[in-house]
T-cell receptor, first 114, second 112 residues
């Protein structure tokens, strides 16, 4: 299993540009999520999904869109990038059962918005 | 809202010493408490976790303890090694189980 994969690893955007961060998992996990990590702030939840066609907002959703058309993929879209979105973005997945909470993270995408 | 406080923010120990990182959580409905280790340039990796019906769990040199009454949980690393140097995050599940709330992290440095 490749686990959770993310592309690209690095990205530089200009203010106002749009882009999509890709995330895929091959573990057949129902739950997928996006976090951003900023220095001294820990990881903060942006959006999550508990299955195809189902998404919901996390703690810091403004400026980001998501969709979940398949179990495997959960892309994160920045519609109009702002310098405040400079961060490291992590995708994570887990089974969606009461007995299994183990969450697996991808390697991250480092985004810089100038 | 739900909150997880983590202390200390930095911790320096000598190789072979023990290291303890402490977290407190605010949501009494939280029932899952994982600990993640993050090495430079990598994603967080789960190292140990504990459910609310257990008070302590061990895995070789690492252990986690949970005090539900006080809403405290701690990570204990014994016989530290230089490869234990990393950022460690604690987290607590939300009531609905839809998210993990993370602490702000502890940078552990183990010098030989």
């Amino acid at each position: 299993n490749a686990g959770v994969t993310q592309t690209p690893k690095f990205q530089v955007l200009k203010t106002g540009q749009s882009m999509t961060l890709q995330c895929a998992q091959d573990m057949n996990h129902e739950y997928m999520s996006w976090y951003r990590q900023d220095p001294g702030m820990g990881l903060r939840l942006i959006h999550y999904s508990v299955g195809a066609g189902i998404t919901d907002q996390g703690e810091v959703p403004n400026g980001y869109n998501v969709s979940r058309s398949t179990t495997e993929d959960f892309p994160l879209r920045l519609l109009s990038a702002a310098p405040s979105q400079t961060s490291v973005y992590f995708c994570a997945s887990r089974m969606w059962t009461e007995s299994s909470y183990e969450q697996y993270f991808g390697p991250g995408t480092r985004l810089t918005v100038t | 809202g739900e909150n997880v406080e983590q202390h200390p923010s930095t911790l320096s120990v000598q190789e072979g010493d023990s290291a303890v990182i402490k977290c407190t959580y605010s949501d009494s409905a939280s029932n899952y408490f994982p600990w993640y280790k993050q090495e430079l340039g990598k994603g967080p990796q789960l190292i140990i976790d504990i459910r609310s019906n257990v008070g302590e769990k061990k895995d070789q040199r690492i252990a986690v303890t949970l005090n539900k009454t006080a809403k405290h949980f701690s990570l204990h690393i014994t016989e530290t090694q230089p490869e234990d140097s990393a950022v460690y995050f604690c987290a607590a599940s939300t009531k609905a189980g839809t998210a993990l709330i993370f602490g702000k992290g502890t940078t552990l440095s183990v010098s030989s």
